[in-house]
Structures are given as structure tokens and as C-alpha cells.
Nanobody, 125 residues
Framework: QVQLAESGGGSVQAGGSLRLSCAAS????????MGWFRRAPGKEREFVAA????????YYADSVKGRFTISRDNAKNTVYLQMNSLKPEDTAVYYC??????????????????WGQGTQVTVSS
């Protein structure tokens, strides 16, 4: 059983930066895809970024491309989301997710079986 624990959320002013971490514990998951999603108040959960665990190929939502960077540390079983040039519209609860099987689609929630509890990110103007 894989468990995910996010950390690094907080409050920041517009233009600032935060780095989120997601530590995975349990069985090894070298073949997994790891993703970050977010849910803003009153909105659906939306895709932010994903990374193929073995190849490190990355994917981004258009809304964060050029500002956010996803990366992973195999030795620490941890995936990161570096968020720069934050905007008030980035305010949301951010969730880490793990997919056990390969899926061409990484931006939907359905391929991901395991989710973290979420960490709050608040960006003030």
C-alpha cells in the first residue's frame, strides 16, 4: 500500500514562491506516474503537473506552464512542485497522486489510485 504525504503549503504574496513536497512510503513504485492536482474553493479538482517516475518526462497544465516545475528524487521517493510567480488564482488545496499503471492520459484523476491529504496554498494580492 502506497501512502502519500504532502508538505510545504502556506501563505505567500503574489509573485512569491513555494515548494511543495510529496513523500511516498510503502512499496517501490518506479513505474508509477506522479501527479499534482489542486482544488480551489467552489471548483472541481484540476490537473497541475505530472511526471513519469522512470523517464522524468513532465506534463503541465497551460495555466502553470513556465511558472511551476515538477521533479522527483528517486532515492527519497519524493516528488516536488516548485511554484514561482504565484498568482491569487493559484490559491487552492494541492494534492499529490500516484498512478500504479501506465496511462497515456495523465491529466485526468482516474489513472491515480492513491491520493495525499492535501496542503493549502494561499496567494494574496
Amino acid at each position: 500500500q502506497v501512502q502519500l504525504a504532502e508538505s510545504g503549503g502556506g501563505s505567500v504574496q503574489a509573485g512569491g514562491s513555494l515548494r511543495l513536497s510529496c513523500a511516498a512510503s510503502g512499496r517501490t513504485f518506479s513505474a508509477y506516474t506522479m501527479g499534482w492536482f489542486r482544488r480551489a474553493p467552489g471548483k472541481e479538482r484540476e490537473f497541475v503537473a505530472a511526471i513519469r517516475w522512470t523517464s522524468s518526462v513532465t506534463y503541465y497544465a497551460d495555466s502553470v506552464k513556465g511558472r511551476f516545475t515538477i521533479s522527483r528524487d528517486n532515492a527519497k521517493n519524493t516528488v516536488y512542485l516548485q511554484m514561482n510567480s504565484l498568482k491569487p488564482e493559484d490559491t487552492a488545496v494541492y494534492y499529490c497522486a500516484a498512478a500504479a499503471r501506465f496511462s497515456v492520459v495523465v491529466s485526468a484523476t482516474s489513472p491515480y489510485e492513491t491520493w495525499g491529504q492535501g496542503t493549502q496554498v494561499t496567494v494574496s494580492s
